[in-house]
Structure formats: C-alpha cells, structure tokens
C-alpha cells in the first residue's frame, strides 16, 4: 500500500450506479467492509481490529458534530504512522477506503486526499450484480490478486515518478496508485495524465484556502522591486489573488500577517509604513522554497493568456533554480531577458 493511502470519493446523482460499484469493489478488494453508515467509535474499533478496506455507501458530511469528528479521522488516516489519541489508547486508522456520496467532500483537506470520480446514469442494459455474482467474481479474482501481491512483495517499493508538474499531494495519490505498476514507465505516465484535470481542479478549490492564498500573493511579490512590503500591500495582492479564484470572502491585514507568521515569515515594525516584510535575497530564496513545497508555480501568477501562448515572464534566477518556471502540466515557460542598460558618453554612464 505504501506511506499514503488515497480515499476513492465516487460522487453522482441518485441511479448513477454508485452503490453497485461499491458492491463490485467489495467483491475485489482485500478485507473489505461494506457499511451504509458508521459511529466515530465504531470506525476506531474496525481500523484496529481488522485494517479494512472500508467502502462507506450514500455518505454525506454536513455540519454535525458526528461528522466534523469523522472528517479528522478521514484526514488522519491516509498517512502511515499517525495515530489518533484516545483516552488509554493510540489508534492506527491508516487504511484505503471508497467513499460513495452526492458531493465531493466539503472539506478541502479532506479533498486533497481524495480520487474523486463523477457518474452519471446509464441506459445501458447490464447483468443484475446479485450476491451470488459477486461471490464468483470474488472466487475468481481475490485469489490471483492475492497471489500478485506476494509474488511482486520483494519488488514493490515508492516509485520514483519523473517530475511532472502535479502537486505535492497529487504527487502522493500518483506515487500509491503506481506502486502495483510496477516501474512501467508508460503505464505510469497514463496515471498521471489521468490525475492532471483533477490536480488542477483542486488547486482551483484551494482559493477557499487563506494560507494557500497568502502564499500566491507572497510569490507574486517577491517579483517586484522593493526594499520592503508592507502588510497593507500583501494584503492588497491577496485581493488579486482571491478575485482571480472567484472568491468572495476577504482577509484583512491582521489576518494576513497572522497567516504570513504560521508560513515562516515573521513581520517586523517598519516605522511609520506599520508591520511587514524587509526584502533580502534570503527572503526571496525562503519564499519561492515555500511556493515550490506547496506546488505552486510561475503559471498561478501570470494572466492565464500569456501562460497559453507559452510565456512566463521575466527571467528569475530563483524560479529557475527551483524549477517553477512552468505551467499547469509542468512544460517549460519562455521568460523575457532582462535588457542590459544602454550605455553612452566617455565613460560609458548608463542611460
């Protein structure tokens, strides 16, 4: 399985076939547990008891505290070590699981963890899939995969996958759906052309997230020529930033430098100007650090028509240095040499 486990969030209208491909994963998948509902207590004591994989039929995640609880167990259990804390006991809740719902989930930390499928309704006549099926499927198939699986055991390892533009969670999904690849390098291509429309819907759905956003606004800063940048100005570039998502909310400057603090970036008095940044070399280099680990690139700052007719601005050493001059999909952007100044007179005194 590997480090992480990506969640299977398959989401449709009602008669799009959702539960009956939730019955078929059950009759494929090892230790699988199907379950229309499930208690916060009862989802602890199955992940100790059994390591399922679990396939959870018609969930929906409102505002409940019931379901606020099952969404920190979700987000805890897709990464191998982490434990979740109860009185007497440390669970283990890292396990693969299908999810079957209306909606993607509400929550975009929860969606980063996700391989969402849409599926519509069909007209198209097919076999009941009655329990007798699903036992022969299963007698048929669980077997073989059983036997892969311990036939490749000694070769199975995290697939060093080339780089490709995906985002660092995008990355995670695609390393664990290539580990049963096997090193095929064309197959593990086509997993990760299978994952680029939806890496870059969920970068879209990360507008909604403050510190994502404060993050863009600090990239795009760190291109232009200041000694030092105020909160107030960060702030005015966050506004950019969230009108370019369509979102509607705001973040004003308390909030901002609050959020420029949890990323690393201390603010300082800057006399009469109020609290900001001091530009130094060292802070540029921490910042492009900071949007090359949280997948942002040249692209997420640029007018989306100079990214399509290949360009990616001026040149910048740091970008080029930490390979963020590209778009989307991860092909290389064109940048704008920077013109030497023109030079005249005796003693060639730059004009």
Partial sequence: MGSFAPYLWVIGPYSGGKTTLLRLMSALCRRAVRAADITPAAFYSLCEALRPTLLLDELELDSTARNRDLVRFFRSGSTQGQKVLRPGKAYDLFGPRAIVSRQ???????????????????????????????????????????????????????????????????????????????????????????????????????????????????YACSHRGANYWTVKEITGEVYNVLEGYGETYDLVPRKVGDILRSLGFRTEKL????????????????????????????????????????WGGARCDLCEEFGLMVDGRGNRLRSIPLSPPIRSGLFGKAR
């Fill in 271 to 310: 006399g009469n100007e109020g609290r900001g940044l001091r530009v130094t070399q060292d802070l540029r280099r921490s910042i492009h650090e900071n949007a090359k680990a949280l997948g942002l690139c040249r692209a997420d700052i640029l007018d989306p028509q100079t990214v399509m007719g290949g």
């Fill in 104 to 218: 993607e989930p509400p929550d975009a930390a929860l969606a980063s963890r996700t391989l969402a499928v849409a599926m519509r309704p069909s007209n198209r006549d097919l076999p009941p899939l009655d329990e007798a099926s699903l036992s022969k499927i299963a007698d048929q198939l669980q077997p073989r995969l059983l036997a892969f699986r311990l036939r490749n055991y000694n070769r199975v390892g995290s697939p060093e996958l080339a780089a490709n533009g995906l985002s660092p969670r995008m990355m995670d999904i695609a390393r664990a759906l290539a580990i049963p690849l096997l090193g095929d390098v064309e197959l593990e291509s086509g997993v990760i052309e299978l994952l680029r429309p939806q890496d870059a819907h969920a970068k879209l759905k990360r507008g909604g997230d403050p510190e994502w956003v404060v993050a863009t606004a600090l």
